[in-house]
T-cell receptor, first 113, second 113 residues
Framework: GENVGLHLPTLSVQEGDNSIINCAYS??????FIWYKQESGKGPQFIID?????DKRQGQRVTVLLNKTVKHLSLQIAATQPGDSAVYFC????????????FGAGTRLAVHP | EAQVTQNPRYLITVTGKKLTVTCSQN?????MSWYRQDPGLGLRQIYY???????DKGDVPEGYKVSRKEKRNFPLILESPSPNQTSLYFC????????????FGNGTRLTVT
């Protein structure tokens, strides 16, 4: 949405490079994680998810890595394209407890030609 | 097409004038939720609903009401809007509260003067 990228950390990459966006999650009990992409003027869009019984999951051009030991999640985007420019959010949930996703603050990805 | 539809996209109103933001999903999802998004504060949950006639408060429920009379609809009601409710609002739904991704609408930009 408009202005959602204000005050966020920004990752700048060249078109064609690989991007890695990192996220530290808050609760060791969390067992379901999602990455979202939000373009200007739009709602968050689901990219990929992973459950805590996995440490890696791949989609089309994207890979999510989960390190439960240090409560860290990362999103890797291969061959980054200008259309990947957006704000990226990680979110966590706890199947046994929460009634909501808890969202990270977000990272703005800027892809330069 | 599977989607979450919010209306209106943009709304400017004055303090105290009751308004309703509508939300409808066509995926037969049980779980629905409202979020507001503010710069520097990220996405915060207002209310959620686990199913028809089952609603509960999120993190920032003050000044808002919701209802869930039908599975597909989850309107957000501001009985007496105030300027601090100026924000970008998102409705979202998922098949399950815990381990399936939320699908978001495209947002409602509300300005209260």
């Amino acid at each position: 949405g408009e202005n959602v990228g204000l005050h966020l950390p920004t990752l700048s990459v060249q078109e064609g490079d690989n991007s890695i966006i990192n996220c530290a999650y808050s609760n060791s009990a969390s067992d379901y994680f999602i990455w979202y992409k939000q373009e200007s003027g739009k709602g968050p869009q689901f990219i990929i998810d992973i459950r805590s019984n996995m440490d890696k999951r791949q989609g089309q051009r994207v890979t999510v890595l989960l390190n439960k030991t240090v409560k860290h999640l990362s999103l890797q985007i291969a061959a980054t394209q200008p259309g990947d420019s957006a704000v990226y959010f990680c979110a966590e949930n706890w199947v046994g407890g929460y009634n909501k996703l808890i969202f990270g603050a977000g990272t703005r990805l800027a892809v330069h030609p | 097409e599977a989607q979450v539809t919010q209306n209106p996209r943009y709304l400017i109103t004055v303090t105290g004038k009751k308004l309703t933001v509508t939300c409808s999903q066509n995926m037969n999802h049980e779980y629905m939720s409202w979020y507001r998004q503010d710069p520097g504060l990220g996405l915060r949950q207002i209310y959620y609903s686990m199913n028809v006639e089952v609603t509960d408060k999120g993190d920032v429920p003050e000044g808002y009401k919701v209802s869930r009379k039908e599975k597909r609809n989850f309107p957000l009601i501001l009985e007496s809007p105030s300027p601090n409710q100026t924000s970008l609002y998102f409705c979202a739904s998922s098949a399950d509260r815990a381990d399936s991704p939320l699908h978001f609408g495209n947002g409602t930009r509300l300005t209260v003067t």
